[in-house]
Nanobody
Framework: QVRLAESGGGSVQPGGSLRLSCLVS????????LAWFRQAPGGEREGVAT??????VTYYPDSVKGRFTISREKNMLYLQMNTLKPEDSGVYTC?????????????????????WGQGAQVTVSS
């Protein structure tokens, strides 16, 4: 059974940093994509970062590029968020999808992931 569990959310002032963690277990495929999504109240879910299992190739939308960094180590997935803005507030969720590494960016843009965590709240406010 695939399980994903986030930790590390919280509140921070604009310009601050937070790191989210996600414990990933149960994935048996040799190829899969890992990702982070976020959703603000009343807003649509947005993919903010993705990385394949076996390659250090990352993809970010322009809204977070240069400020967010996705990484993975063993069974952990991380999202380092710097220079946070109020519009970065929302529920952040990690996700996984069995797929070829070349598909990760497209899957992120479409939100086509099968496995999801429960979400962690991030609030950026002064």
């Amino acid at each position: 059974q695939v399980r994903l569990a986030e930790s590390g959310g919280g509140s921070v002032q604009p310009g601050g940093s937070l790191r989210l963690s996600c414990l990933v277990s149960g994935l048996t495929s040799a190829q899969y994509c890992l990702a982070w999504f976020r959703q603000a109240p009343g807003g649509e879910r947005e993919g903010v970062a993705t990385i394949p299992k076996a390659f250090d190739v990352t993809y970010y939308p322009d809204s977070v590029k240069g400020r967010f960094t996705i990484s993975r180590e063993k069974n952990m997935l991380y999202l380092q968020m710097n220079t946070l803005k109020p519009e970065d507030s929302g529920v952040y969720t990690c996700a996984a999808q069995e797929a070829h590494p070349a598909s990760c960016a497209a899957l992120l843009q479409r939100g086509h992931f099968d496995y999801w965590g429960q979400g962690a709240q991030v609030t950026v406010s002064s």
